[in-house]
């Protein structure tokens, strides 16, 4: 099993529309989970981390599913500057942080 | 505070030129990183520095040399480029290495975009 997989997409959903992304992960003992997000071109820019309980930030919520060992990433009331590669992160079994390859997202008018 | 930034923005080597890409960060950050990013490839760890006097290999460091300065600087060297190496090269910090919860949290600097012919 791969450290850390995302599906690349493309994700094409019209405004308004709720997506989900998930980030499946190989250690199951990492304490730390990040999204990020990466406009074309720029920087990759935090998201929100993932906490244990779950959080929620506006329209944005990151989940931690232990059992099945990923993170989720939901986008309710899609809007066009929602469009961007979304990028999870965590630590990894030897201990160093892992990127995802990342989820590209497209939110059509 | 500009946070994390990066010299140059555009670079363009022939092959077997050298060149030290400059990075710095003003948030008083313990730890610093190099990643290289490619189509398909994601963002790969090249070196990285734990605190200042410390530097580590990560996934890719073949072909570059980095020198932690001081805390605010972290520099990577390409001593021999080669068209492999054509990337953008992003540098991040972070409040701390595998401390673990937010002080994880990494941020970037802009990104410099080099090709080699």
């Known amino acids: 099993r791969k450290e850390v997989e995302q599906d690349p997409g493309p994700f094409n959903v019209p405004e308004g529309a709720t997506v989900a992304f998930n980030c499946t992960y190989s250690n199951s003992a990492s304490q730390s989970f990040f999204w990020y997000r990466q406009d074309c071109r720029k920087e990759p820019k935090l998201l929100m981390s993932v906490y244990s309980s779950g959080n929620e930030d506006g329209r944005f919520t990151a989940q931690l599913n232990r059992a099945s060992q990923y993170i989720s990433l939901l986008i309710r009331d899609s809007k066009l500057s929602d469009s961007a590669t979304y990028l999870c992160l965590y630590r990894g079994s030897q201990g160093n942080l892992i990127f995802g390859k990342g989820t590209k997202l497209s939110v059509k008018p | 505070n500009a946070g994390v930034t990066q010299t140059p923005k555009f670079q363009v080597l022939k092959t077997g030129q050298s060149m030290t890409l400059q990075c710095a960060q003003d948030m008083n950050h313990n730890s610093m990183y190099w990643y290289r990013q490619d189509p398909g490839m994601g963002l790969r760890l090249i070196y990285y520095?734990?605190?200042?006097?410390?530097?580590d290999k990560g996934e890719v460091p073949n072909g570059y040399n980095v020198s932690r300065l001081n805390k605010r600087e972290f520099s990577l060297r390409l001593e021999s480029a080669a068209p492999s190496q054509t990337s953008v090269y992003f540098c991040?910090?972070?409040?701390?290495?595998?401390?673990?919860?937010?002080?994880?949290?990494?941020?970037f600097g802009p990104g410099t975009r080099l090709t080699v012919l």
């Open positions: 991040a910090s972070s409040e701390a290495h595998r401390a673990g919860g937010v002080t994880d949290t990494q941020y």
């Open positions: 520095s734990a605190s200042e006097g410390t530097t």
